[in-house]
């Protein structure tokens, strides 16, 4: 990193590390909280580490649930960073839907689409891909919605320890290459660990700069 990313890492660190809390749950949007701070929205498929990742961000154990429980898939949940509020975190409800009936999905569709269309304090979107499997066609339908709402966003590999150093490369330049044919999309790839640390100082400052943009 460079001397600005560095600093700009150590005072995401102290910020990520302070008062991080949940502010609720929106099943619908109209219980949406009012548009006051920027926003970080964190999308992905089920089980693809997003939960983790967002404790492993803030330095918490459970401050975004590791399980998804049902009733839960098609909230929007919020948690606010910094005392006083500097930001809001969006956990989006997880998609890749094995099981699910049609109607669930499609009001999953419809209040993703419509969220990420309106919302105005939406500064960043990442987009969490399993670095065991590349990106998959719901990623990619994902990214399709994205570059239609004009909202950008970065690409985010979790469990990057689970694959060797190779392994990860291989992913990282298929993925990018994939990025590049998409409007909205961040041409950045970051690789996580939520469980070893990796790649969490660089992204914390990508956030931060994300927001301040």
């Known amino acids: 990193m460079t001397p600005e990313q560095e600093e700009l890492a150590k005072e995401a660190s ?3 590390s302070g008062r991080v809390e949940f502010l609720l749950s929106a099943p619908q ?6 548009p006051d701070y920027p926003e970080v929205a964190f999308a992905g498929r089920s089980n693809v580490g997003k939960s983790s990742l967002i404790n492993a961000l803030t330095g918490r154990k459970a401050i975004a649930r590791t399980s998804v429980t049902p009733g839960r898939t098609q909230e929007l949940n919020f948690f606010e960073v910094g005392d006083p509020t500097q930001f809001r975190f969006v956990d989006m409800p997880g998609y890749g839907f094995a099981k699910a009936p049609l109607k669930v999905v499609e009001n999953w569709r419809k209040l993703v689409r419509t969220f990420l269309r309106g919302r105005v304090p939406l500064k960043r979107t990442l987009v969490l891909v399993d670095s065991r499997h590349g990106l998959k066609d719901t990623d990619r339908d994902m990214m399709t919605m994205l570059d239609e709402a004009a909202v ?3 690409i985010v590999l979790t469990k990057a320890d689970k694959v060797k150093a190779s392994e990860l490369e291989t ?4 993925v990018e290459a994939e990025a590049r044919k998409h409007p909205a999309a961040y041409p950045q790839i970051h690789a996580t660990s939520s469980e ?3 790649g969490l100082e660089e ?11």
């Open 196 to 198: 070893k640390g990796m």
């Open 29 to 34: 949007l109209k219980h949406l909280p009012d």
């Open 171 to 174: 992913v990282r330049a298929k």
């Open 203 to 213: 992204l914390r400052a990508a956030i931060l700069s994300d927001i301040r943009a």
């Open 14 to 16: 102290r910020l990520f």
């Open 152 to 154: 950008g966003y970065r």
